[in-house]
């Protein structure tokens, strides 16, 4: 099993900027895709980046300029700097990993996992 623990949410001003983390634990074999995914009330989950094992990277329109997404392979983790925030990135931020899990090539699977979310709340 993966686990995945985000942090770093909480409540600021429009212009300030918050990083969020989110680490992987678990019986990992090796990560491929990590993103951010977020929701609004009343809204649908949408991507807000992406970031591939070898390091390319996804935005989503409303986002490019002001967050970059960001891996630190040897922890597991996955970061959002985000900065210039708007009201209207006020949203549950929730990180997604996929890859294999096991311990050894010939049994490892494939797994897919989403972290609890974590709110981000930026007032005007």
């Known amino acids: 099993q993966v686990q995945l623990v985000e942090s770093g949410g909480g409540l600021v001003q429009a212009g300030g900027s918050l990083r969020l983390s989110c680490a992987a634990s678990?019986?990992?074999?090796?990560?491929?895709?990590m993103g951010w995914y977020r929701q609004a009330p009343g809204k649908e989950r949408e991507l807000v980046a992406l970031i591939t094992s070898g390091g390319s990277t996804n935005y989503a329109d409303s986002v490019k300029g002001r967050f970059t997404i960001s891996r630190a392979n040897a922890v597991n983790t996955v970061y959002l700097q985000m900065s210039s925030l708007k009201a209207e990135d006020t949203a549950v931020y929730y990180c997604?990993?996929?890859?294999?899990?096991?311990?050894?090539?010939?049994?490892?699977?494939?797994?897919?996992?989403w972290g609890p979310g974590t709110q981000v709340t930026v007032s005007s």
């Open positions: 997604n990993v996929e890859g294999y899990s096991g311990s050894h090539y010939y049994h490892r699977r494939r797994f897919g996992s």
């Open positions: 678990g019986s990992i074999f090796s990560i491929n895709d």
